[in-house]
Protein backbone atom coordinates (compact mmCIF):
# COMPACT_ATOMS: atom_id res chain seq x y z
CA UNK A 1 0.00 0.00 0.00
CA UNK A 2 1.21 3.14 -0.75
CA UNK A 3 1.28 6.20 1.76
CA UNK A 4 -1.31 9.14 0.76
CA UNK A 5 -0.13 12.45 1.85
CA UNK A 6 -2.35 14.31 4.42
CA UNK A 7 -2.00 17.79 5.82
CA UNK A 8 -0.59 17.58 9.54
CA UNK A 9 -3.36 17.83 12.29
CA UNK A 10 -1.96 21.46 12.76
CA UNK A 11 -3.18 21.92 8.84
CA UNK A 12 0.61 22.19 7.60
CA UNK A 13 2.41 20.40 4.69
CA UNK A 14 6.16 20.81 3.60
CA UNK A 15 7.29 19.85 0.22
CA UNK A 16 11.23 19.52 -0.82
CA UNK A 17 12.29 20.07 -4.16
CA UNK A 18 15.69 18.67 -5.71
CA UNK A 19 16.82 18.57 -8.77
CA UNK A 20 19.84 17.66 -10.36
CA UNK A 21 21.21 15.32 -8.75
CA UNK A 22 23.20 14.14 -11.84
CA UNK A 23 25.51 12.03 -10.52
CA UNK A 24 27.08 9.05 -12.43
CA UNK A 25 27.80 5.36 -11.40
CA UNK A 26 30.63 6.59 -9.16
CA UNK A 27 28.60 9.57 -7.34
CA UNK A 28 30.95 12.20 -6.11
CA UNK A 29 30.20 11.22 -2.11
CA UNK A 30 29.50 14.80 -1.09
CA UNK A 31 26.12 14.71 -3.08
CA UNK A 32 24.63 11.92 -0.24
CA UNK A 33 26.16 13.67 2.33
CA UNK A 34 24.19 16.75 1.48
CA UNK A 35 21.22 15.48 0.22
CA UNK A 36 20.93 13.50 3.59
CA UNK A 37 21.76 16.59 5.71
CA UNK A 38 18.95 18.41 3.58
CA UNK A 39 15.94 16.01 4.41
CA UNK A 40 17.49 15.89 7.92
CA UNK A 41 17.24 19.79 8.46
CA UNK A 42 13.75 20.36 6.64
CA UNK A 43 12.04 17.39 7.65
CA UNK A 44 9.71 16.99 4.57
CA UNK A 45 6.20 15.37 4.17
CA UNK A 46 6.96 14.94 0.34
CA UNK A 47 10.12 15.38 -1.44
CA UNK A 48 9.80 15.23 -5.31
CA UNK A 49 12.87 14.66 -7.37
CA UNK A 50 12.85 17.02 -10.22
CA UNK A 51 14.37 15.68 -13.24
CA UNK A 52 18.47 14.82 -14.33
CA UNK A 53 18.08 12.99 -11.24
CA UNK A 54 21.22 10.52 -12.67
CA UNK A 55 24.01 11.58 -15.59
CA UNK A 56 22.48 9.36 -18.31
CA UNK A 57 25.49 10.10 -20.59
CA UNK A 58 27.55 8.29 -18.05
CA UNK A 59 25.22 5.91 -16.39
CA UNK A 60 24.19 3.74 -18.86
CA UNK A 61 22.46 0.38 -17.44
CA UNK A 62 19.92 -1.36 -15.56
CA UNK A 63 22.42 -2.34 -13.30
CA UNK A 64 23.67 0.53 -13.03
CA UNK A 65 20.56 2.53 -12.70
CA UNK A 66 19.41 0.13 -9.87
CA UNK A 67 22.12 0.46 -7.57
CA UNK A 68 22.55 3.95 -8.31
CA UNK A 69 19.05 4.36 -6.60
CA UNK A 70 19.69 2.30 -4.10
CA UNK A 71 22.05 5.02 -2.78
CA UNK A 72 19.92 8.18 -3.41
CA UNK A 73 16.18 6.71 -2.18
CA UNK A 74 17.89 5.73 1.13
CA UNK A 75 17.34 9.03 2.97
CA UNK A 76 13.74 8.87 1.81
CA UNK A 77 13.17 5.57 2.50
CA UNK A 78 14.76 4.56 5.33
CA UNK A 79 12.88 7.72 6.90
CA UNK A 80 9.19 6.61 5.63
CA UNK A 81 8.98 9.76 3.39
CA UNK A 82 7.29 9.72 0.73
CA UNK A 83 8.36 10.90 -2.78
CA UNK A 84 7.66 11.54 -6.26
CA UNK A 85 9.70 11.92 -9.48
CA UNK A 86 9.63 13.55 -13.20
CA UNK A 87 12.57 12.82 -15.92
CA UNK A 88 15.03 15.24 -16.79
CA UNK A 89 16.88 15.43 -20.32
CA UNK A 90 19.58 13.20 -19.19
CA UNK A 91 17.49 10.78 -17.61
CA UNK A 92 16.25 10.26 -21.27
CA UNK A 93 20.45 9.78 -21.92
CA UNK A 94 20.23 6.39 -20.37
CA UNK A 95 20.50 3.27 -22.70
CA UNK A 96 17.11 2.22 -20.77
CA UNK A 97 13.64 2.68 -22.35
CA UNK A 98 12.37 5.69 -19.81
CA UNK A 99 8.98 3.45 -18.69
CA UNK A 100 11.76 0.53 -17.75
CA UNK A 101 13.34 3.75 -15.62
CA UNK A 102 10.27 4.53 -13.87
CA UNK A 103 9.09 0.92 -12.87
CA UNK A 104 12.28 0.57 -11.24
CA UNK A 105 11.50 4.03 -9.50
CA UNK A 106 7.88 3.22 -8.80
CA UNK A 107 9.29 -0.37 -7.48
CA UNK A 108 9.99 1.71 -3.84
CA UNK A 109 7.72 1.45 -1.30
CA UNK A 110 7.85 5.04 -0.68
CA UNK A 111 7.33 6.24 -4.21
CA UNK A 112 3.67 7.57 -5.23
CA UNK A 113 4.96 8.68 -8.81
CA UNK A 114 1.61 7.76 -10.98
CA UNK A 115 2.66 7.27 -14.68
CA UNK A 116 1.06 8.98 -17.78
CA UNK A 117 -2.53 8.07 -19.17
CA UNK A 118 -2.25 6.74 -22.65
CA UNK A 119 -2.56 9.13 -25.28
CA UNK A 120 -0.44 11.42 -22.85
CA UNK A 121 3.16 12.18 -24.13
CA UNK A 122 6.07 11.54 -21.67
CA UNK A 123 6.13 8.90 -19.15
CA UNK A 124 5.80 11.38 -15.85
CA UNK A 125 2.68 13.07 -16.41
CA UNK A 126 0.70 12.50 -13.07
CA UNK A 127 -1.51 14.26 -10.49
CA UNK A 128 -0.87 13.55 -6.64
CA UNK A 129 -3.37 15.04 -4.34
CA UNK A 130 -3.10 16.46 -0.32
CA UNK A 131 -5.77 15.14 2.01
CA UNK A 132 -7.13 17.91 4.49
CA UNK A 133 -8.94 15.50 7.44
CA UNK A 134 -12.19 16.04 6.24
CA UNK A 135 -11.35 13.52 3.46
CA UNK A 136 -11.05 15.72 1.00
CA UNK A 137 -7.81 17.09 -1.46
CA UNK A 138 -6.80 20.27 -0.29
CA UNK A 139 -3.91 20.28 -2.79
CA UNK A 140 -2.81 18.68 -5.32
CA UNK A 141 0.96 18.30 -7.39
CA UNK A 142 0.98 17.96 -10.85
CA UNK A 143 3.90 16.26 -12.24
CA UNK A 144 4.93 17.00 -16.30
CA UNK A 145 7.21 15.46 -17.98
CA UNK A 146 9.42 17.90 -20.61
CA UNK A 147 10.65 14.81 -22.32
CA UNK A 148 13.68 15.50 -24.18
CA UNK A 149 15.40 17.31 -26.96
CA UNK A 150 14.84 17.65 -30.69
CA UNK A 151 11.21 17.23 -30.97
CA UNK A 152 9.57 15.91 -34.11
CA UNK A 153 6.06 17.77 -34.88
CA UNK A 154 3.87 15.83 -37.42
CA UNK A 155 7.03 15.36 -39.37
CA UNK A 156 8.73 18.54 -38.95
CA UNK A 157 12.32 17.61 -37.30
CA UNK A 158 13.24 19.96 -34.55
CA UNK A 159 16.38 21.81 -36.64
CA UNK A 160 13.37 22.93 -38.76
CA UNK A 161 11.99 24.35 -35.67
CA UNK A 162 15.46 26.11 -33.77
CA UNK A 163 16.35 29.24 -35.43
CA UNK A 164 19.06 30.57 -34.32
CA UNK A 165 17.36 34.01 -33.00
CA UNK A 166 15.91 31.35 -30.99
CA UNK A 167 18.72 29.92 -29.50
CA UNK A 168 19.94 31.72 -26.53
CA UNK A 169 16.60 31.61 -24.25
CA UNK A 170 15.14 28.05 -26.27
CA UNK A 171 18.20 26.05 -27.20
CA UNK A 172 17.08 22.24 -28.16
CA UNK A 173 14.72 21.41 -25.55
CA UNK A 174 11.03 19.55 -25.71
CA UNK A 175 8.49 21.93 -25.04
CA UNK A 176 4.86 20.45 -22.90
CA UNK A 177 2.69 19.18 -25.44
CA UNK A 178 -1.37 20.34 -26.01
CA UNK A 179 -2.19 16.63 -24.78
CA UNK A 180 -0.34 17.29 -21.62
CA UNK A 181 -2.23 20.32 -21.51
CA UNK A 182 -5.45 18.50 -21.68
CA UNK A 183 -5.06 16.26 -19.57
CA UNK A 184 -3.91 18.76 -16.94
CA UNK A 185 -6.87 20.97 -17.52
CA UNK A 186 -9.20 17.81 -17.30
CA UNK A 187 -7.26 16.14 -14.04
CA UNK A 188 -7.88 19.87 -12.29
CA UNK A 189 -11.81 19.95 -13.39
CA UNK A 190 -12.66 16.70 -12.05
CA UNK A 191 -10.52 17.42 -8.85
CA UNK A 192 -12.64 20.55 -8.74
CA UNK A 193 -16.07 18.42 -9.22
CA UNK A 194 -14.80 15.72 -6.67
CA UNK A 195 -14.39 18.35 -3.91
CA UNK A 196 -16.53 20.80 -4.49
CA UNK A 197 -14.37 23.55 -5.65
CA UNK A 198 -10.85 24.38 -7.07
CA UNK A 199 -8.04 23.25 -5.40
CA UNK A 200 -4.86 25.02 -4.82
CA UNK A 201 -1.98 23.34 -6.70
CA UNK A 202 1.88 23.40 -7.88
CA UNK A 203 3.17 22.36 -10.98
CA UNK A 204 6.60 20.41 -10.95
CA UNK A 205 8.82 20.47 -14.67
CA UNK A 206 12.35 20.48 -15.33
CA UNK A 207 12.69 22.33 -18.27
CA UNK A 208 11.05 25.51 -17.33
CA UNK A 209 8.24 27.28 -19.11
CA UNK A 210 9.29 30.48 -21.18
CA UNK A 211 7.13 33.12 -18.56
CA UNK A 212 10.14 32.46 -16.40
CA UNK A 213 12.30 34.41 -18.90
CA UNK A 214 9.49 37.33 -18.43
CA UNK A 215 10.03 37.16 -14.36
CA UNK A 216 14.30 37.86 -14.91
CA UNK A 217 13.67 40.19 -17.03
CA UNK A 218 11.01 42.60 -15.12
CA UNK A 219 12.93 41.82 -11.32
CA UNK A 220 10.91 44.76 -9.68
CA UNK A 221 7.74 43.90 -10.69
CA UNK A 222 8.12 40.10 -10.00
CA UNK A 223 9.68 40.52 -6.38
CA UNK A 224 12.51 38.15 -7.94
CA UNK A 225 14.81 37.09 -4.89
CA UNK A 226 18.05 34.72 -5.85
CA UNK A 227 20.11 34.19 -8.45
CA UNK A 228 19.37 34.81 -11.73
CA UNK A 229 22.51 35.27 -13.81
CA UNK A 230 22.37 32.28 -15.65
CA UNK A 231 20.56 32.44 -18.83
CA UNK A 232 16.96 30.71 -19.33
CA UNK A 233 16.94 27.83 -21.35
CA UNK A 234 13.09 26.70 -21.85
CA UNK A 235 11.76 24.72 -24.28
CA UNK A 236 11.46 25.42 -28.58
CA UNK A 237 8.46 26.36 -28.38
CA UNK A 238 5.91 28.32 -26.34
CA UNK A 239 3.80 25.56 -25.28
CA UNK A 240 0.65 27.60 -23.95
CA UNK A 241 0.84 26.35 -20.43
CA UNK A 242 1.40 29.41 -18.33
CA UNK A 243 -1.57 30.76 -19.86
CA UNK A 244 -3.66 27.87 -19.57
CA UNK A 245 -2.57 27.59 -15.94
CA UNK A 246 -3.06 30.99 -15.41
CA UNK A 247 -6.75 30.90 -16.60
CA UNK A 248 -8.16 27.81 -15.00
CA UNK A 249 -6.81 30.05 -11.57
CA UNK A 250 -5.75 26.33 -9.48
CA UNK A 251 -1.75 26.38 -10.25
CA UNK A 252 -0.06 28.82 -7.74
CA UNK A 253 3.49 27.80 -7.90
CA UNK A 254 5.68 26.75 -10.96
CA UNK A 255 9.32 24.67 -10.13
CA UNK A 256 11.67 24.06 -12.26
CA UNK A 257 15.05 22.44 -12.42
CA UNK A 258 17.51 22.18 -15.45
CA UNK A 259 19.80 25.51 -14.96
CA UNK A 260 22.36 24.43 -12.03
CA UNK A 261 22.69 28.10 -11.52
CA UNK A 262 19.83 29.73 -10.60
CA UNK A 263 18.15 29.58 -7.73
CA UNK A 264 15.47 32.18 -7.82
CA UNK A 265 11.62 32.45 -7.00
CA UNK A 266 9.48 35.40 -8.56
CA UNK A 267 5.57 35.87 -8.68
CA UNK A 268 4.15 36.58 -11.99
CA UNK A 269 0.72 37.45 -12.78
CA UNK A 270 -0.10 35.68 -9.46
CA UNK A 271 2.10 32.61 -9.55
CA UNK A 272 5.07 31.69 -8.36
CA UNK A 273 7.83 30.83 -10.13
CA UNK A 274 10.97 28.95 -8.95
CA UNK A 275 13.81 26.87 -9.42
CA UNK A 276 15.50 25.14 -7.04
CA UNK A 277 19.59 25.10 -7.95
CA UNK A 278 21.12 21.41 -8.13
CA UNK A 279 21.61 19.11 -5.64
CA UNK A 280 24.95 17.13 -7.37
CA UNK A 281 28.64 17.91 -7.16
CA UNK A 282 29.88 16.81 -10.61
CA UNK A 283 27.18 18.69 -12.51
CA UNK A 284 28.89 21.95 -12.58
CA UNK A 285 27.52 25.15 -10.40
CA UNK A 286 28.83 27.82 -8.47
CA UNK A 287 29.31 28.02 -4.78
CA UNK A 288 26.00 28.73 -2.87
CA UNK A 289 23.80 27.51 -5.57
CA UNK A 290 23.54 23.78 -4.42
CA UNK A 291 20.50 22.48 -2.32
CA UNK A 292 17.21 22.71 -2.96
CA UNK A 293 13.14 24.24 -2.13
CA UNK A 294 11.12 24.04 0.35
CA UNK A 295 7.25 24.44 -0.35
CA UNK A 296 5.37 25.57 3.06
CA UNK A 297 1.58 24.83 2.50
CA UNK A 298 -1.20 25.01 4.85
CA UNK A 299 -4.49 24.17 4.49
CA UNK A 300 -5.93 27.52 4.70
CA UNK A 301 -4.50 28.81 1.98
CA UNK A 302 -0.95 29.22 3.24
CA UNK A 303 2.22 29.56 0.82
CA UNK A 304 6.02 29.95 1.36
CA UNK A 305 8.69 28.84 -0.22
CA UNK A 306 12.79 29.25 0.13
CA UNK A 307 15.82 27.85 -1.43
CA UNK A 308 17.87 26.30 1.15
CA UNK A 309 21.86 26.15 0.72
CA UNK A 310 23.63 23.65 1.04
CA UNK A 311 26.24 25.39 2.71
CA UNK A 312 23.57 26.57 5.45
CA UNK A 313 23.16 23.28 7.06
CA UNK A 314 26.62 21.51 6.36
CA UNK A 315 30.78 22.84 5.99
CA UNK A 316 30.37 21.92 2.31
CA UNK A 317 29.49 25.16 -0.30
Not at 106 to 126: E, F, K, Q, R
Amino acid sequence: MKPILKFSPEGRFRILMVSDIQEPPCPDPRALRCYRALVDHTRPDLIIWGGDNCDGRKLKTEPELREYLEVFTAPAEEAGIPWMHIFGNHDYDVDLPVKRQHELYTAYPHNISGTSPDGVPGVSNYMVPVYRDDGRAGYAVYAFDTMYKNPVIEGVPGEKILLPELAPPARKWDFLRFEQLMWYWNTSLRLEKENGGRVRAAAVMHVPLYEFIRAVGNPEETGLRGDADQKIQSGMLNSGCFAAMLQRGDIECIAAGHLHEDTFDAEYAGIKLCFDGCAGFTPSSKPGRRGGRVFDITADGGFSTEFIKYSDITDID
